[in-house]
Protein backbone atom coordinates (compact mmCIF):
# COMPACT_ATOMS: atom_id res chain seq x y z
CA UNK A 1 0.00 0.00 0.00
CA UNK A 2 0.89 3.53 -0.89
CA UNK A 3 -0.07 6.96 0.39
CA UNK A 4 0.79 9.85 -1.69
CA UNK A 5 0.11 13.75 -1.08
CA UNK A 6 0.90 16.59 -3.10
CA UNK A 7 1.90 19.45 -0.91
CA UNK A 8 2.06 22.15 -3.82
CA UNK A 9 3.02 21.75 -7.53
CA UNK A 10 3.69 24.86 -9.62
CA UNK A 11 6.45 27.15 -10.62
CA UNK A 12 6.36 28.66 -6.85
CA UNK A 13 7.51 25.01 -5.10
CA UNK A 14 7.10 21.30 -5.38
CA UNK A 15 7.04 18.89 -2.87
CA UNK A 16 5.17 15.57 -2.38
CA UNK A 17 4.64 12.70 0.56
CA UNK A 18 4.64 9.35 -0.14
CA UNK A 19 4.48 6.71 1.99
CA UNK A 20 5.10 2.86 2.11
CA UNK A 21 4.67 0.45 4.31
CA UNK A 22 7.92 1.35 6.24
CA UNK A 23 8.52 4.88 5.06
CA UNK A 24 7.98 8.80 5.37
CA UNK A 25 9.49 9.86 2.23
CA UNK A 26 9.04 13.75 0.70
CA UNK A 27 9.78 14.13 -3.36
CA UNK A 28 11.58 17.42 -3.28
CA UNK A 29 11.46 20.54 -1.06
CA UNK A 30 10.24 23.46 -3.25
CA UNK A 31 8.21 25.26 -0.60
CA UNK A 32 9.33 26.76 3.11
CA UNK A 33 10.49 24.42 5.97
CA UNK A 34 7.71 26.07 7.85
CA UNK A 35 4.74 25.49 4.77
CA UNK A 36 6.26 21.72 4.55
CA UNK A 37 5.71 20.94 8.58
CA UNK A 38 2.51 23.10 8.49
CA UNK A 39 0.87 20.87 5.60
CA UNK A 40 2.35 17.21 6.49
CA UNK A 41 0.13 18.09 9.81
CA UNK A 42 -3.08 18.97 8.24
CA UNK A 43 -2.42 14.85 6.78
CA UNK A 44 -1.81 14.11 10.42
CA UNK A 45 2.14 13.62 9.77
CA UNK A 46 4.95 15.16 12.25
CA UNK A 47 7.79 16.63 9.81
CA UNK A 48 10.30 15.30 12.01
CA UNK A 49 9.25 11.35 11.24
CA UNK A 50 10.23 11.69 7.47
CA UNK A 51 12.86 8.91 6.53
CA UNK A 52 14.04 9.89 3.16
CA UNK A 53 13.54 12.97 1.32
CA UNK A 54 14.48 12.46 -2.71
CA UNK A 55 15.12 15.38 -5.03
CA UNK A 56 14.18 15.02 -8.13
CA UNK A 57 16.58 18.08 -9.48
CA UNK A 58 18.50 20.80 -8.50
CA UNK A 59 16.23 24.02 -9.04
CA UNK A 60 15.13 26.45 -6.60
CA UNK A 61 11.06 25.24 -7.37
CA UNK A 62 12.21 21.91 -5.96
CA UNK A 63 14.96 22.48 -3.09
CA UNK A 64 14.22 25.84 -1.15
CA UNK A 65 14.24 24.53 2.27
CA UNK A 66 17.20 22.20 1.58
CA UNK A 67 19.16 24.09 3.57
CA UNK A 68 16.36 24.24 6.89
CA UNK A 69 14.18 21.37 6.66
CA UNK A 70 16.62 18.72 8.21
CA UNK A 71 17.40 19.98 11.29
CA UNK A 72 15.59 18.47 14.13
CA UNK A 73 14.75 15.69 11.92
CA UNK A 74 16.48 12.07 11.41
CA UNK A 75 15.68 12.04 7.77
CA UNK A 76 17.99 10.96 4.82
CA UNK A 77 19.03 13.38 1.91
CA UNK A 78 18.81 10.69 -1.42
CA UNK A 79 20.91 12.37 -4.20
CA UNK A 80 23.11 11.38 -7.19
CA UNK A 81 26.49 12.65 -7.49
CA UNK A 82 25.68 14.86 -10.26
CA UNK A 83 23.22 16.34 -8.49
CA UNK A 84 25.65 17.06 -5.30
CA UNK A 85 27.91 18.51 -7.56
CA UNK A 86 25.38 21.15 -8.85
CA UNK A 87 23.99 21.67 -5.14
CA UNK A 88 26.11 24.45 -2.67
CA UNK A 89 27.44 23.43 0.51
CA UNK A 90 25.34 21.23 2.11
CA UNK A 91 27.48 19.92 4.70
CA UNK A 92 24.80 21.12 7.02
CA UNK A 93 23.04 17.92 6.45
CA UNK A 94 24.19 15.47 8.49
CA UNK A 95 22.64 11.95 6.48
CA UNK A 96 23.63 11.57 3.11
CA UNK A 97 22.68 9.15 0.47
CA UNK A 98 24.63 9.03 -3.07
CA UNK A 99 23.37 7.00 -5.42
CA UNK A 100 24.11 6.72 -9.44
CA UNK A 101 21.50 4.32 -10.88
CA UNK A 102 18.60 3.04 -8.19
CA UNK A 103 19.02 4.41 -4.58
CA UNK A 104 19.79 1.15 -2.43
CA UNK A 105 17.88 1.05 0.51
CA UNK A 106 16.10 -1.75 2.59
CA UNK A 107 12.83 -2.42 2.70
CA UNK A 108 11.72 0.38 -0.32
CA UNK A 109 11.67 -0.57 -3.87
CA UNK A 110 12.36 2.73 -5.79
CA UNK A 111 13.48 2.46 -8.96
CA UNK A 112 15.12 6.06 -10.94
CA UNK A 113 15.27 7.19 -14.46
CA UNK A 114 16.88 9.92 -15.89
CA UNK A 115 15.09 12.68 -17.53
CA UNK A 116 15.05 15.35 -19.93
CA UNK A 117 16.00 18.63 -18.37
CA UNK A 118 18.26 21.56 -18.62
CA UNK A 119 20.16 20.45 -15.28
CA UNK A 120 23.08 18.40 -15.23
CA UNK A 121 20.64 15.01 -13.40
CA UNK A 122 17.13 14.75 -13.46
CA UNK A 123 15.08 11.53 -12.07
CA UNK A 124 11.87 10.28 -12.17
CA UNK A 125 10.86 6.90 -9.88
CA UNK A 126 8.78 4.36 -9.47
CA UNK A 127 8.10 2.89 -6.26
CA UNK A 128 6.41 -0.24 -5.58
CA UNK A 129 4.84 -1.28 -2.54
CA UNK A 130 2.57 -4.74 -1.50
CA UNK A 131 1.70 -4.76 -4.81
CA UNK A 132 0.54 -1.03 -5.84
CA UNK A 133 3.06 1.12 -7.82
CA UNK A 134 3.24 4.56 -7.85
CA UNK A 135 5.09 6.67 -11.62
CA UNK A 136 6.57 10.35 -10.73
CA UNK A 137 7.40 12.40 -13.41
CA UNK A 138 7.89 15.79 -13.23
CA UNK A 139 10.25 18.48 -15.42
CA UNK A 140 11.01 17.21 -18.39
CA UNK A 141 11.05 17.72 -21.95
CA UNK A 142 9.84 14.16 -23.31
CA UNK A 143 9.53 10.77 -22.14
CA UNK A 144 12.24 8.16 -23.41
CA UNK A 145 10.77 5.24 -25.38
CA UNK A 146 13.41 2.65 -23.57
CA UNK A 147 11.28 3.33 -20.63
CA UNK A 148 7.89 2.42 -21.74
CA UNK A 149 8.05 -0.82 -20.28
CA UNK A 150 9.30 0.36 -16.72
CA UNK A 151 6.71 2.76 -16.51
CA UNK A 152 3.44 0.60 -18.07
CA UNK A 153 0.44 -1.04 -15.89
CA UNK A 154 1.45 1.22 -12.72
CA UNK A 155 -1.37 1.59 -10.05
CA UNK A 156 -0.78 5.95 -10.23
CA UNK A 157 0.96 8.11 -12.19
CA UNK A 158 1.92 11.66 -11.04
CA UNK A 159 2.49 13.73 -14.28
CA UNK A 160 3.72 16.75 -15.08
CA UNK A 161 1.15 19.13 -17.31
CA UNK A 162 2.31 21.76 -16.97
CA UNK A 163 1.94 23.97 -20.28
CA UNK A 164 -1.14 24.21 -22.96
CA UNK A 165 0.65 24.82 -26.08
CA UNK A 166 -1.23 27.99 -27.68
CA UNK A 167 -1.15 29.44 -24.34
CA UNK A 168 2.46 29.71 -23.83
CA UNK A 169 2.95 30.73 -27.75
CA UNK A 170 0.24 34.02 -27.62
CA UNK A 171 1.14 34.51 -23.60
CA UNK A 172 3.79 37.00 -21.58
CA UNK A 173 6.79 35.01 -21.78
CA UNK A 174 9.41 36.05 -24.47
CA UNK A 175 9.89 33.89 -27.06
CA UNK A 176 13.33 32.35 -25.80
CA UNK A 177 11.83 31.28 -23.03
CA UNK A 178 9.01 30.00 -24.67
CA UNK A 179 11.38 27.56 -26.87
CA UNK A 180 13.05 26.45 -23.77
CA UNK A 181 9.74 25.40 -22.10
CA UNK A 182 8.82 23.46 -25.46
CA UNK A 183 12.37 21.85 -26.47
CA UNK A 184 13.63 18.73 -25.46
CA UNK A 185 14.90 19.85 -21.58
CA UNK A 186 11.94 21.74 -21.12
CA UNK A 187 8.22 20.68 -19.63
CA UNK A 188 5.84 18.41 -20.92
CA UNK A 189 2.82 19.90 -22.48
CA UNK A 190 -0.73 19.09 -21.83
CA UNK A 191 -1.03 17.20 -25.23
CA UNK A 192 2.33 15.14 -24.77
CA UNK A 193 1.30 14.08 -21.28
CA UNK A 194 -1.76 12.65 -22.60
CA UNK A 195 -0.10 10.91 -25.50
CA UNK A 196 2.32 9.57 -22.78
CA UNK A 197 -0.21 8.79 -20.49
CA UNK A 198 -2.43 6.61 -23.35
CA UNK A 199 0.63 4.32 -24.21
CA UNK A 200 1.83 4.08 -20.26
CA UNK A 201 -1.82 3.16 -18.39
CA UNK A 202 -3.68 -0.20 -18.41
CA UNK A 203 -6.67 -1.63 -16.80
CA UNK A 204 -4.64 -2.31 -13.50
CA UNK A 205 -4.40 2.11 -13.37
CA UNK A 206 -6.97 4.12 -10.56
CA UNK A 207 -5.46 7.50 -10.75
CA UNK A 208 -3.83 9.96 -12.79
CA UNK A 209 -2.40 13.40 -10.63
CA UNK A 210 -1.14 15.87 -13.27
CA UNK A 211 1.85 18.11 -11.76
CA UNK A 212 3.47 21.05 -11.98
CA UNK A 213 0.61 23.37 -13.92
CA UNK A 214 1.88 26.73 -15.22
CA UNK A 215 0.39 29.99 -13.55
CA UNK A 216 0.52 31.61 -16.57
CA UNK A 217 0.14 29.32 -19.39
CA UNK A 218 -2.12 26.83 -18.31
CA UNK A 219 -5.22 26.06 -16.19
CA UNK A 220 -6.64 23.12 -14.38
CA UNK A 221 -9.86 23.11 -16.76
CA UNK A 222 -7.49 23.20 -20.28
CA UNK A 223 -4.93 20.00 -18.42
CA UNK A 224 -8.32 18.17 -17.84
CA UNK A 225 -9.60 18.47 -21.44
CA UNK A 226 -6.51 17.93 -23.10
CA UNK A 227 -5.34 14.86 -21.37
CA UNK A 228 -9.04 13.57 -21.37
CA UNK A 229 -8.73 13.81 -24.83
CA UNK A 230 -6.51 10.85 -24.79
CA UNK A 231 -7.26 9.17 -21.42
CA UNK A 232 -11.31 7.50 -20.72
CA UNK A 233 -11.76 9.59 -17.65
CA UNK A 234 -14.65 6.97 -16.41
CA UNK A 235 -12.09 4.29 -16.38
CA UNK A 236 -9.51 6.20 -14.76
CA UNK A 237 -9.66 9.35 -12.31
CA UNK A 238 -7.91 12.43 -13.40
CA UNK A 239 -7.30 15.09 -11.60
CA UNK A 240 -4.85 18.11 -10.57
CA UNK A 241 -2.54 18.69 -8.30
CA UNK A 242 -3.58 21.90 -5.85
CA UNK A 243 -0.71 24.39 -6.71
CA UNK A 244 -0.29 26.38 -3.30
CA UNK A 245 -2.12 24.11 -1.00
CA UNK A 246 -1.88 20.14 -0.47
CA UNK A 247 -4.05 17.92 -2.29
CA UNK A 248 -6.38 14.76 -1.84
CA UNK A 249 -4.26 11.74 0.20
CA UNK A 250 -4.65 9.22 -2.19
CA UNK A 251 -4.29 5.34 -1.22
CA UNK A 252 -3.41 3.44 -4.36
Known amino acids: MIKVCTLASSSAGNSTYVETSHYKILIDLGRTKKYLSEKLSEIGVDYKDIDYVFLTHTHDDHTKSLHTFFKGTKATLVITNKMLLELNDISDIENIIIYEDNPNIVDLDIKSFVMSHDVADIRSFVITDEGSSLVYITDTGYI ?15 IESNHDIEMLRHGSYPRWLQDRVLSDVGHLSNKFTGIYLSKLI ?37 QCANKNDIGSVITI
Not at 144 to 158: H, L, P, Q, R
Not at 225 to 237: A, Q
Open 144 to 158: NSKYFKSFKGKTAYY
Open 202 to 238: TENTKNIVLLHLSEKNNTEELALETVEEYIDPTKVKI
